[in-house]
């Protein structure tokens, strides 16, 4: 990664790697760019802390409590297992659960997230 990386001590995401302001929430949703699909809809835009931050929202359409956390975890240990995240670009990520969300395995919404996150990953040049 580059000179600003994280150390990382346990497998768990360091603070740093979460977003955890309201107002970067809504600065994601109001002046961000946005992928979906049919669980999720991921926000973007780039940030100024030198390493990409992911932030997890559900509302209560999606379920209950237990419904909306249990997709949470879900979502950050796909993000925490997934190997392209080191090379993220800058940027703050908000992933949207949609209520679909809640019937699908863990399988679907791992391939949907990580297909939303390789959206933004940036293109290489033709060799």
Excluded at 89 to 100: G, N, S
Aim: charged share 35%; proline share 6%; aromatic share 6%.
């Amino acid at each position: 990664m580059s000179e600003h990386s994280l150390e990382r001590s346990g497998e768990g995401l360091l603070l740093e790697e979460k977003i955890r302001r309201r107002a970067d929430y809504q600065r994601c949703y109001r002046s961000g760019r946005r992928r979906g699909g049919p669980l999720a809809t991921l926000h973007y835009i780039a940030n100024d802390v030198h390493h990409p931050r992911v932030g997890i929202t559900a509302s209560r359409k999606v379920g209950g409590a237990v419904v909306r956390n249990r997709l949470k975890r879900r979502i950050r240990e796909v993000y925490r297992r997934w190997s392209g995240r080191d090379s993220m670009p800058e940027l703050d990520l908000v992933v949207h659960l949609k209520p679909a969300a809640r019937e699908a395995s863990f399988a679907t919404l791992r391939d949907e997230v990580l297909r939303l996150f390789r959206g933004v990953m940036p293109r290489r040049p033709p060799a």
